[in-house]
């Protein structure tokens, strides 16, 4: 399975942003697709995911209410919607793929596929 994640850039504060993975190699509705932020300096950390079942969808509480996720099975493409950048949001964003239980859907190491990273810079 490989990810291949896009759609970063350098925009100013309150501007949107979408991100696209594109899986390949197995159909995505076989897997919870979750975003995953790194900025310089900090640890990892959970943005949101989409789970597999049922499609219902998580947030971290910073983002809550700004971002979306969403998948298009037909395309094979998890989609991450940000709305009313900050700079705070600035990072390098991931998107993986996985099937984790109901309890690890914010673990980072739950999820076995990873993309390459894409790099979102907000500026204030």
């Known amino acids: 399975v490989q990810l291949q994640a896009s759609g970063g850039g350098l925009v100013q504060a309150g501007d949107s942003l979408r991100l696209s993975c594109v899986v390949s190699?197995?159909?995505?509705?076989?897997?919870?697709t979750a975003w995953f932020r790194q900025a310089p300096g900090k640890e990892r950390e959970f943005v949101a995911v989409?789970?597999?079942?049922?499609?219902?969808?998580y947030y971290a509480d910073s983002v809550k209410g700004r971002f979306t996720v969403s998948r298009d099975v037909a395309k094979n493409t998890a989609y991450l919607q940000m709305n009313s950048l900050k700079p705070e949001d600035t990072a390098v964003y991931y998107c993986?793929?996985?099937?984790?239980?109901?309890?690890?859907?914010?673990?980072?190491?739950?999820?076995?596929?990873w993309g390459q990273g894409t790099l979102v810079t907000v500026s204030s």
């Open positions: 190699g197995r159909t995505l509705s076989d897997y919870a």
């Open positions: 989409g789970r597999r079942i049922g499609g219902r969808t």
């Open positions: 993986a793929a996985g099937q984790p239980i109901l309890s690890s859907l914010r673990d980072y190491e739950a999820y076995g596929y």
